[in-house]
């Protein structure tokens, strides 16, 4: 130690913290070697970090993922599930306020509007005075928004078991499928396994109004079948719930729209195979190369029928 002319030791300088100048500290980040006060210490393996060394550190950390792509996280809530159900739940009320709503969105391939604004299924020709109206005829968003249209308890033989057996297979299918996906393959799996379903009424039956959500529920299903034979684990017993709508398929082939059922069990197998088995070096761009594939493939089918049903071609 130096000492001065009256003989006495200097004092050393005074260190600050390099976020807070006023607070004097002795303990420096482990990482950047500056100083940092009780405020600014972040635990580490050894000794305190700063905050901006941890929050480095943390970008180069690897997330982890499941083996499908999507991060994984503690207690995750299945938003995209959630909020499809209140969609569904929002609409129904609006059928309950206004019946008009379905023949407003439901899937209709062509069909006409009377001078009243009565809608009537296409008969085979447009009629004086009646407006041709229906997917055929520009209205594309029919084959989406008639996937969140259900009965109304005055309609049809099931009345409010339509939407509550939807929403409830939704609901269990739904947050496992979310969790193992991530929210953006799941709403891309279930987009397009409804309008799988709705193409292939229009396709098949262009001439009969449908709704629901069963195309999707179906597409669902589907994925979460090869879901879990990628995964080896099958908790919700995928296989014999397909097997069950299958079943379900045949036997009410009567009174529900088989096509929907089965256009949204093959989209929703052909979205659900890129999703479970593309190659994990690959896999964002095979699932999102795969998901497009489908996605072309039904506009190519629409824009087919639609030529054949308003004579283009």
């Not at 080896?232 to 082939?253: C, E, K, Q, T, Y």
């Amino acid at each position: 130690m130096t000492t001065t002319e009256a003989g006495q030791g200097t004092q050393p300088p005074v260190t600050t913290c390099y976020r807070h100048a006023k607070r004097e500290t002795y303990v420096r980040c482990t990482r950047c070697d500056r100083y940092i006060c009780p405020d600014c210490m972040r635990e580490a393996p050894v000794g305190h970090q700063c905050v901006e060394c941890v929050r480095e550190g943390q970008k180069s950390v690897r997330q982890a993922r499941t083996v499908f792509g999507a991060r994984v996280t503690t207690n995750a809530t299945p938003v995209v599930t959630y909020v499809l159900i209140a969609l569904n739940v929002l609409l129904y009320a609006g059928e309950l306020a206004r019946p008009g709503l379905v023949d407003l969105l439901g899937n209709l391939g062509q069909g006409l509007v009377g001078p009243d604004g009565t809608h009537y299924l296409y008969d085979g020709g447009p009629l004086p005075g009646y407006e041709a109206v229906g997917v055929a005829h520009g209205e594309w968003y029919r084959l989406i928004t008639s996937a969140f249209l259900h009965l109304l308890p005055t309609q049809g033989y099931f009345g409010l078991a339509h939407i509550a057996l939807n929403l409830y297979c939704l609901w269990t299918l739904g947050r496992v499928a979310e969790e193992q996906l991530g929210k953006s393959r799941f709403l891309a799996l279930y987009l397009l396994s409804a309008l799988g379903g709705s193409v292939l009424v229009y396709l098949l039956a262009p001439d009969r109004s449908t709704i629901g959500a069963s195309g999707a529920i179906f597409g669902l299903a589907a994925a979460h079948y090869l879901l879990t034979r990628r995964l080896h684990h099958d908790p919700l017993g995928g296989g014999r719930l397909i097997a069950f709508l299958l079943i379900w398929m045949v036997i009410s082939a009567g009174i529900t729209s088989w096509q929907g059922h089965l256009g949204g069990l093959l989209a929703g197998g052909a979205v659900g195979l890129a999703l479970a088995f593309a190659p994990r070096r690959r896999r964002t761009a095979v699932q999102a190369a795969g998901a497009a594939a489908v996605l072309l493939v039904l506009v190519a089918l629409v824009v087919l029928r639609t030529a054949q049903l308003t004579g283009g071609g």
